[in-house]
């Protein structure tokens, strides 16, 4: 017998009488001739940070991988199973994106889990662990500032992961190049689940700064 | 100075003066007390399968995971970075989620790659090609069955994908002790971009059919 | 001669034909019955940062200290001349303030001077140099964070050095009595220079938040 | 929670309608640019005697030390933390202001409680005493001048207080160097709060006389 959970079969009802059928012949489309999105975006898996949401963005628009933390491991051409690197490859050599967004976002468990040297491990395979020692030299730096409060080093660690991301992105012989030749941008976000705020880094100094909404 | 492309900063726009503005209640209530998600969703990257339109979810309802082509691989307990596996340890493990949906979609580019093997590398590291190799045992099947069409070939790679994913989750010992207890139930589900079909996977017999919409 | 440079005299004749003119009433019961403010304001000398300013305060309304820093030494009862506790003690034991707001601001050149230790003295005294050393172990801590930008060492530390000032206040007897019986509160701000924001200090956590401003 | 006193909120949002929107422009600019100041002011705390009010100075114009009575204390190059004398040397060395106004005036409390020997302390520590004690001398000469009123003793004091902070001003090599070489002017002033008139102290003979006001 196939077999949803309710809230997915209640919510795909939704979707075929509201935006599939308002937008039908854009998914038609976009079946027949393929996907061609402007923007890759690599974001975070949590649950209240979806990037088609927070972009607003319609079908075949964003092209969106999502792990946790939102975190681009450094070029290893290597003869491991590398899925950010093959998103990566994909988005930027196949489907020739113009802008990279890395989207990291407020209150991320991965984050936390990186700040937190004393937690247990989560399963005994330790995959969290690992994956977040990505960014352990910064993790430690960030934890032994102990006059910043929890929630600032929070935000600290979670705005040093999106450049430390950024960096391994123009480790990939693809991606500078094409950033050389002005064909690829390179961006940097953060979003504020409470308030909603849209934080982008300047690309000058890697400081988080709110966009002019005019 | 923070820059975004024009298309995210018009949609950031439409997200703050419409979904937000709508529920911004939920959103504070969500930072505040934290995610907790029923569901883990194991989608494809393709930006014309964005599983929060598909199941028109709203902030907080699913969790996350997207690389190319869906895959999970198998558990490997060693010292290399594992995004997935660190993806599905912190849903299962951290947010008990209840239910991991694993969703492929039509018309897949990475499953495309996976069956054409003669196909040049994307870039020298070939980090697609290392990534769909996870089913290159299957792809060589279906690849020699000459009698079927080259749809029908990449829907069966799709939906063979899915089943091997699922598969390989419970290949962690995290996931079938869960399942076993009945506190952790596997799906698998496959969009037709085109039609906006959504396929069920039945549990018993790994065929994927219409679900009742009743 | 009296001489004053013209810009004070301009502006001091806009003062009699405008505030004056309008408030005179208010100026003069304020001379009759004494000064009567609610609230001490702690701020920076930066001329770019005015309490009056930013919170819109007429005659009488904040009994108001500004220092390089916005710092507030630990409680020291020894024989020299503290002029900041000095006009903390009037604040409080005379003037019987209910509120006390340690409000610090972007950009501040004396955090700035706090975060760089490889800057000469300005002068031969170096009473800057000493001044800001009232935070140097934070200030150590923070430039040691070489994984976060310039701007994003000061803003920590701007604020850091507004929850010190904070827990440096009630080392006094007089502010720890009063704050114990509910008869003072104490609060933090932090005032963004280019784009007006004030972030509110999180009284729980430390943390620096916008206020609601419905 | 983050809590401000709602009267601050209140200003908060005023300031943000009124001259924040008026002037964002300038504020942007100040905080692009940095601050630079032409004068420093050197005032009391009194809620009564905002400089930037009677001066009606806009985001930028004034570098603002307040203390109460306004008072510069000597040149002391030890090992104390010296908030004057910080300021000072912050606005005079990094600023380059041109001038410096030490402003007083009337029913100034710091004054009266030097006028008042016979007053107790306000708090054990008593660092009104202590501090009001750099004009104990003066302070003692003016109580015992028994056939001026109390309200002339208080003005007398008042503008020899700033007298006082000009002559300290001097004892400061980086004052007395600039002011030697016309690069720096030092000024006093006493402020009305009854009737608003700004009083300007003539350099050649200390005296207070109103300015021409053509």
New interface residues.
Partial sequence: ?????D???T??????S???LAE?GR??S???E??S????IIAC????A?P??????G??????????GN?V?P?A?D?????????????V???KV??I?VMGH??C??IR?ALDSTAAP???????G?????IA??AE??S?????????RQT?LE??SI??SIANLRT???VSILEGKGRL?L?G?WF?????E??????????????E?T
Same sequence: chains 1, 2, 3, 4.
């Fill in positions: 017998m196939p077999h949803l959970p809230h997915l079969l919510g795909y009802r939704n979707f075929m509201g935006r599939y039908s998914y038609r976009l079946a027949r393929g996907q999105p402007e923007t890759m898996c949590d649950s209240r979806a088609e949401a927070i972009f607003d963005a079908p075949g628009e964003l092209f969106v991988l999502r792990n946790v975190l491991p070029y051409p003869d491991q199973f590398h899925s950010t690197s093959a998103a990566l490859e994909f988005g050599q196949s489907l113009k802008n967004v407020g209150r468990g991965g889990a989560l399963s005994p395979g330790d995959f969290i690992k994956w977040m020692s990505l030299p910064a730096t960030v032994s500032s102990t006059f910043m409060t929890a929630t600032e600290a705005r040093i450049r430390y990939f012989p693809c941008s961006h976000a504020d689940i409470s308030t909603g849209l934080w982008v880094m300047n690309k000058d100094t890697g400081d988080f700064e709110r966009p909404m």
